[in-house]
């Protein structure tokens, strides 16, 4: 079908649909996931996780797991989880031969982990979570009545060689899509893989946990697609986790910059790279939830009318705190730069930083695949030692309120901290963003602390 305006043919719209873990866990989500596929005619390209849980297996295995039996639990279990929605669906031969081809390669990968690990391996053995899944995902949608074809994405999500946090290239996935995506659109529905790509010379590489939402983002900015979902076990955005207070409110509507504060921030709902192409192309993002989608969700678009000066809370844990003091630091040129040069060298990205006449403090980013709280490498510590003395703790989350002009908003910040009289926030880091106020608190009384910021804020 196309639309036809003053004598020129135009490619009706597409949105491209994206399904984490939770909603293609086993055969049940799966199902309801490929019924929102098949219920809109515009959802052409869908990207999936690998099933839930799936992942965190296959990183296990990744780090190489000696014991035999312990490994071959952890295969089994691996087996478990795909054979169950194998053993629902109408016509499993189908699909068994891949499902268990790929269930082999998985084992001799992780053998191999235990002898020789390395970061390219392990992109290698966590890929095939998502190259599981979308043979599963693809099978359920053809019984359904719905065309649908399995598509590698690897030769067109083109990377950098960051293995475990690889940087994706956006002009040859453009490129790439061009060639080899948009001729299948208008006869199929495309069934492919989110958070994995590939380099130039054809190794498996990974976008970094939760990089499935930003895949789909590249793929819509490479296909030009009118509007992104993104679907999750939650009904779009709240005012803070509604796993934390059951007073968390709904946001039908928020900004690219609230957004992706939010998500930066913690936000668990959404990976921070995501809006990213999709604020370059202008293309809506809606988020919703697989299991209940009659609930609605949350639009976010470049612009909302009368944005409030409170819009959320995020945490985000698994914090590291390196704190560097030197007298030399007082009233002297070129310490940071030279800090900064240190850090550059050994690959450590810095996310927030804080500043006294004698001491900076700086966190961590944690970017690859492994999750858990980052570390300081021991040669940038020995070098940095050399400068200034070096503390690094751990144990730590951050609180960010995420919200419009709050520098501007008087009281904003008493408004905060004259709730958390009981509390000792660190690191306070306020006034570089109109859009958040953030600091950092002890991981044990993390989410008390979001508890009464949400009450005194938001209810």
Not at 41 to 56: D, E, F, R, W
Not at 229 to 239: L, N, Q, R
Not at 307 to 326: D, E, G, Y
Not at 367 to 395: H, I, M
Request: glycine letters at 6%; proline letters at 5%.
């Amino acid at each position: 079908m196309s639309f036809v305006d003053n004598n020129f043919t135009v490619p009706p719209p597409i949105t491209v649909a994206k399904f984490g873990g939770t909603s293609v866990a086993d055969h049940a989500a799966m199902s309801l996931s490929a019924t929102i596929i098949k219920n809109n005619p515009q959802a052409k390209v869908v990207l999936i996780s690998a099933c839930s849980g799936v992942t965190n297996l296959l990183v296990e295995l990744a780090n190489g797991i000696a014991d035999n039996e312990q490994r071959s639990q952890r295969l089994q279990q691996l087996h478990t989880i795909h054979q169950n929605i194998l053993n629902d669906l109408a016509q499993p031969d189908s699909v068994a031969g891949e499902i268990h081809q790929l269930l082999s390669q998985v084992a001799a990968l992780a053998e191999e982990a235990v002898y020789a690990p390395s970061i390219a391996l392990t992109d290698q053995l966590v890929a095939h979570g998502e190259l599981l899944s979308t043979f599963l995902f693809t099978q359920i949608l053809n019984e359904m009545g719905a065309p649908a074809t399995r598509f590698d994405i690897r030769p067109i999500m083109r990377t950098d060689s960051q293995f475990g946090k690889a940087v994706p290239d956006v002009d040859a996935i453009r490129q790439l899509a061009d060639q080899h995506l948009q001729p299948l659109l208008n006869d199929t529905i495309i069934v492919s893989q989110g958070f994995i790509g590939s380099n130039e010379q054809g190794q498996t590489t990974t976008l970094g946990r939760g990089g499935s939402d930003y895949s789909a983002a590249l793929v819509a900015e490479a296909i030009q697609a009118e509007t992104l979902e993104i679907w999750t076990d939650v009904p779009g955005m709240y005012s803070t986790d509604p796993r934390i207070t059951a007073n968390a409110k709904p946001i039908k509507e928020i900004s690219f910059s609230e957004a992706s504060e939010m998500a930066n921030f913690g936000a668990k709902i959404l990976h921070p790279s995501t809006l990213l192409p999709a604020v370059r192309q202008k293309i809506p993002v809606f988020i919703g939830s697989s299991k209940a989608p009659e609930q609605g969700g949350t639009w976010i678009r470049q612009h909302v009318a009368q944005p409030p000066k409170f819009r959320a809370l995020a945490l985000r844990c698994n914090q590291t705190m390196v704190t560097l003091t030197s007298l030399k630091m007082f009233q002297a040129y070129g310490f940071l730069s030279e800090v900064f040069r240190i850090l550059a060298e050994h690959k450590v990205s810095v996310d927030l930083i804080t500043t006294s006449e004698v001491s900076v403090s700086l966190t961590l980013d944690q970017t690859d695949t492994g999750g858990g709280a980052p570390n300081l490498p021991a040669a940038a510590t020995a070098e940095l030692s050399k400068l200034c003395r070096v503390e690094v703790e751990q144990n730590l989350c951050l609180v960010a309120l995420i919200g419009n002009k709050l520098g501007d908003a008087p009281g904003a910040a008493t408004q905060v901290f004259g709730a958390l009289e009981q509390y000792s926030p660190r690191m306070i880091c306020f006034g570089a963003s109109a859009h958040n106020l953030c600091f950092l608190v002890n991981t044990e009384e993390s989410r008390d602390v979001v508890k009464t910021l949400h009450k005194t804020l938001f209810e």
